[in-house]
């Protein structure tokens, strides 16, 4: 079995075409004196004697690397670049056990040998991504499954049949793990899926005849991620896509596919080509699904082009043609079942420092529900919609004069957005927190007192925040919905999706918000119960790049919290708490 370390011993060379890169005029002024600093940094940072500073400055500089890839005009430094960054998540990964690490380390790997597909980096980073997969694995037999998928690929790759130095080490990493290798049918089976990437590579070079795929007029090189929901029951039939949502911005866009019914899916990214003049693209092939009664073409505008659907083989094909690459992001919401897709031009898990004071300069504030959606509503009558809208427009102007934030309110009137834009919106703005504003209900009218949500995969989920979710997540209660199970499983994406790091800050936030909140009650309401700060399953907060809570003011199905909830003094207060927990945390506290 091959180490994983074996590639490590290829670095010193990668490094040497590393320093040579900064003698070459930088991309940009900023960059000139951070590139050779940041490159030699992380470079040194590899050496296996080298002890790694905290993880917030690792992810930090391998963040620093990434963007340099993006500004890098040359593909094979892009690559090269791009796995720097991305060997620097895996040694994370291998020190500190961080999935989140090795998720990132993946893709990484993914972009460069995407980006740099023929060349030798495009060879090495496609072999670093085999081994880190067999590595995750636990598991030599996927190592060599994966080393010899890539083998296949890369050797076809290799113009007129020549060898690179790369194919030949993962020659030599097929016979080190020759004793892995599946026998029978199972060999079989192999060698065909390696015909199959072979075939793919060669038609995506044009020497095979135009694809069959009506939305796809090339074929694609392998999609770089499957997602199965959890506890995928076999598709009673095929699953219809029944609603396409778009929102776009300059910044970014989100794009959600509504399914009649949960399953499986690969997504992929295909880099623009200036000689057919197509734009670069994201493709997402539904299984089992069909697109019959959608629009096959949308135009959309701002970061997302258009959006195109269509049949494919054993399925739909859905096609994102961007305005320019853009960072992706893909994640399922369950209960109904919906796929969503992220795209912005920042790159995702933006970091907040730990310690000290914080950037923020714009604010995401959002009242909660809208239009025909009322939210809860008080004995008296008085609607959330109301109260959360009349909350945000009181903390808005006071952000602005007093902070000097600029903010974003994701409805500005009684209108009614849905939960999955709100974000999407959000992120566009390149928002530093968000905060959503609501009033919380129970069943029995009893329950009073301020409660603050985060989005979070720990699993401290109680019954009742699972049910406050899923009261917000306007699935009701009425409905046989499990709200327990389907938290967990919320969690479980929300694992997927986000890193540690923006858990954190968004409970230290959460936390100052209940905080100001009761100092801003001060002697006038001492009464009010605390009931502190959970995390459950919110779709609004889900996706969020940014620290995000979800903050429920009072209970307005208690009589005596919708009488406070109704007076403008009350809402006043309530506002301040918020505007003074985004002043704490920026100053660092
Ligand atoms: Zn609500």
Redesign the pocket.
């Known amino acids: 079995m091959p180490s994983p370390r074996s590639f490590e011993k290829t670095l010193p060379a990668l490094a040497l075409s590393l320093g040579l890169l900064s003698a070459c005029p930088a991309p940009g002024p900023t960059d000139t004196a951070k590139q050779p600093d940041d490159v030699a940094k992380a470079t040194a940072l590899l050496d296996a004697s080298a002890r790694l500073p905290p993880r917030a400055e690792v992810v930090a500089l391998a963040d620093q690397i990434a963007i340099l890839a993006t500004k890098e005009g040359a593909i094979e430094e892009q690559a090269k670049l791009d796995v720097l960054a991305a060997d620097l998540r895996a040694r994370l990964h291998r020190i500190e056990g961080t999935d989140a690490d090795a998720r990132e380390a993946l893709e990484l790997y993914a972009a460069a040998a995407r980006v740099a597909r023929g060349t030798e980096a495009g060879c090495r980073a496609d072999r670093a991504r085999a081994l880190l997969l067999g590595e995750l694995a636990h598991d030599a037999s996927t190592s060599y499954r994966e080393l010899y998928l890539v083998k296949r690929r890369q050797a076809s790759l290799a113009a007129d049949g020549k060898t690179s130095a790369c194919v030949e080490a993962l020659a030599r990493d097929l016979a080190l793990a020759q004793g892995y290798r599946p026998g029978g049918a199972d060999l079989a089976e192999l060698e065909r899926e390696g015909d199959k990437a072979e075939r793919t590579v060669a038609a995506a070079a044009g020497t095979a005849s135009a694809s069959i795929v009506p939305v796809a007029s090339t074929s694609s090189p392998p999609a770089d991620l499957i997602v199965a929901p959890m506890d995928l029951k076999p598709a009673k039939g095929t699953a219809k896509i029944e609603k396409i949502e778009k929102f776009a911005a300059e910044g970014g866009g989100r794009v959600v596919i509504h399914l009649s019914e949960p399953t499986t899916f690969q997504v992929g990214t295909l880099e623009a080509d200036d000689k057919t003049g197509k734009d670069a693209r994201i493709y997402l092939d539904i299984e089992k699904a069909t697109a019959k009664g959608v629009s096959r073409e949308i135009d959309v505008g701002g970061a997302i082009k258009r959006i195109r659907s269509g049949p494919r083989e054993g399925g739909a094909r859905i096609v994102l043609d961007l305005s320019s690459a853009m960072h992706r992001r893909v994640f399922y919401l369950p209960e109904p079942f919906r796929i969503v897709i992220d795209v912005s031009s920042r790159p995702p898990e933006q970091k907040a420092p730990a310690n000290g004071p914080r950037t923020v300069k714009r604010v995401a504030i959002d009242p ?2 809208g239009g025909h959606d009322d ?2 509503v008080g004995p008296t009558g008085l609607k ?1 919609k109301e109260v ?1 809208l009349d909350v945000a427009h009181r903390v808005a102007p006071v952000l602005a004069h007093e902070l000097g934030v600029e903010t974003l309110l994701t409805r500005d009137s009684d209108v009614f957005v849905p939960l999955e834009e709100r974000t999407a919106r959000a992120n566009a703005f390149h928002a530093d927190l968000f905060i ?1 504003i ?3 209900a129970s069943e029995n009218g009893e329950a009073r007192g301020i409660e603050v949500f985060v989005l979070d995969e720990l699993k401290d989920t109680s019954r009742a925040a699972a049910r406050v979710a899923a ?2 997540n306007g699935l009701g209660v009425k409905k046989g919905i499990d709200a327990e199970s389907l938290d967990k499983e919320m969690a479980q994406i929300v694992g997927r999706l986000q890193s540690g790091e923006i858990a954190t800050s968004s409970r230290k936030l959460g936390d100052l918000v209940t905080r100001a909140t009761l100092a801003s009650f001060g002697t006038r309401y001492p009464d009010t119960k605390d009931h502190g700060l959970k995390s459950a399953g919110f779709y609004v907060l889900l996706g969020a790049e940014m620290p995000a809570v ?1 903050f ?1 003011t009072s209970f307005i199905s208690n009589p005596d919290d919708e009488g406070r909830l109704a007076k403008a003094d009350y809402r006043q207060k309530l506002a301040d708490g918020i505007v003074n927990a985004v002043r704490a945390y920026r100053e660092g506290k």
């Open positions: 909660g529900h939210g809860a959330e959360a959503s609501h009033c919380n009261l917000e979800l429920e």
